[in-house]
């Protein structure tokens, strides 16, 4: 009887621990998808400087100017130079963006 009351007991912390453990992974799920958000963010943030940026350089005069097909590319282009700036050199500014969806959802 004692040796069955400590095989439960054991099996009920068992339980409670593996709930715990599923509670800090969800906690830590949630965490992750807000800074994806906020990495998302800085990235199409970053994104819309660099084609205005781009814009400044009036590339329809120049006489090798492809069209409508590099128009397309060097979005695409500009897109993932973008993301590879924001995961660089751009940690500052995706911490505050985090800190911000933090707090905001918090207050919620």
Same mark, same amino acid.
């Given at each position: @009887?004692?040796?069955?009351?400590?095989? /439960?007991?054991?099996? *009920?912390?068992? *339980?409670? %621990?593996?709930?715990?453990? &599923?509670?800090?992974? !969800? *906690?830590?799920?949630?965490? +992750?998808? !807000? #800074?994806?958000?906020?990495?998302?963010?800085? %990235?199409?943030?970053?994104? @819309? /400087? /660099? !084609? $205005?940026? #781009?814009? %400044?350089?009036?590339? $329809? &005069?120049?006489?090798?100017?492809? =069209?409508?097909?590099?128009?397309?590319?060097?979005? @695409?282009?500009?897109?993932?130079?973008? !993301?590879?700036?924001?995961?660089?050199?751009?940690?500052?500014?995706?911490? +505050? *963006?985090?800190?911000?969806?933090?707090?905001?959802? %918090? =207050? @919620?």
């Amino acid at each position: @009887m004692f040796i069955e009351n400590n095989y /439960l007991n054991s099996k *009920i912390q068992f *339980i409670k %621990s593996d709930n715990k453990f &599923n509670e800090i992974n !969800k *906690i830590k799920e949630e965490e +992750l998808k !807000k #800074r994806e958000v906020a990495e998302d963010f800085a %990235s199409l943030f970053t994104q @819309m /400087l /660099l !084609k $205005e940026l #781009r814009k %400044s350089l009036h590339e $329809e &005069n120049n006489p090798l100017y492809g =069209g409508f097909t590099e128009e397309v590319f060097k979005d @695409m282009l500009y897109e993932e130079y973008s !993301k590879a700036i924001t995961k660089q050199g751009l940690k500052p500014l995706v911490d +505050l *963006i985090y800190s911000s969806v933090i707090s905001h959802s %918090s =207050g @919620m």
